[in-house]
T-cell receptor
Framework: NAGVTQTPKFQVLKTGQSMTLQCAQDMNHEYMSWYRQDPGMGLRLIHYSVGAGITDQGEVPNGYNVSRSTTEDFPLRLLSAAPSQTSVYFC?????????????????FGPGTRLTVL | GEDVEQSLFLSVREGDSSVINCTYTDSSSTYLYWYKQEPGAGLQLLTYIFSNMDMKQDQRLTVLLNKKDKHLSLRIADTQTGDSAIYFCAKGGSSNTGKLIFGQGTTLQVKP
């Protein structure tokens, strides 16, 4: 199994450009999520999905869109890039049956996409 | 709201023990986790503890949980240069979303 894969690894955008960060997992996980990592702020949840066709907002969703047409893929779209979106983006997945907070919930992370917006 | 706090930096000498601390505000989560992030990589689950436990030991790792003070710690015995990384504590969110709430991460620097 490849686990969670992300492309591209690095990207530089100009302000106002749009792009899609790709995320795929081959573990048949129903739960997938996107985080951004900024220095001194840990990981903040952008959007998440509990299954194909179902998405919801995390704590920092503005400026990002997601869709989940298949179990495997969960792309993150930047609609009009801004310098404040310069960050490292991580995709993660987890088995759905463990989603209650009382259950063990190991999330598997991709290697990340380092995005710079000029 | 839910909050998880960590100190940002810890420096130790090779062979010493490292202790990374974490505090949290909401005690509803049944599991608490420690993730490790090596340079340029994603996060990997290092260990976890169930909330009805006070301590969990796994080879060089010891996790201590003080529920009364809402304090979690990770002790790494005989710290090696390969342990240099960012360590995140995390807990489940209070709603049934699968969301994990992460601390800011502690950068562990191991000096030879």
């Amino acid at each position: 199994n490849a686990g969670v894969t992300q492309t591209p690894k690095f990207q530089v955008l100009k302000t106002g450009q749009s792009m899609t960060l790709q995320c795929a997992q081959d573990m048949n996980h129903e739960y997938m999520s996107w985080y951004r990592q900024d220095p001194g702020m840990g990981l903040r949840l952008i959007h998440y999905s509990v299954g194909a066709g179902i998405t919801d907002q995390g704590e920092v969703p503005n400026g990002y869109n997601v869709s989940r047409s298949t179990t495997e893929d969960f792309p993150l779209r930047l609609l009009s890039a801004a310098p404040s979106q310069t960050s490292v983006y991580f995709c993660a997945s987890s088995s759905r049956f463990r989603l209650v907070e009382s259950s063990y919930n190991e999330q598997f992370f991709g290697p990340g996409t380092r995005l710079t917006v000029l | 709201g839910e909050d998880v706090e960590q100190s940002l930096f810890l420096s130790v000498r090779e062979g010493d023990s490292s202790v990374i601390n974490c505090t949290y505000t909401d005690s509803s989560s049944t599991y608490l986790y420690w993730y490790k992030q090596e340079p340029g990589a994603g996060l990997q689950l290092l260990t976890y503890i169930f909330s009805n436990m006070d301590m969990k030991q796994d080879q060089r790792l010891t996790v201590l949980l003080n529920k009364k003070d809402k304090h979690l710690s990770l002790r790494i015995a005989d710290t090696q240069t390969g342990d240099s990384a960012i360590y995140f504590c995390a807990k489940g969110g209070s709603s049934n979303t699968g969301k994990l709430i992460f601390g800011q991460g502690t950068t562990l620097q191991v000096k030879p």
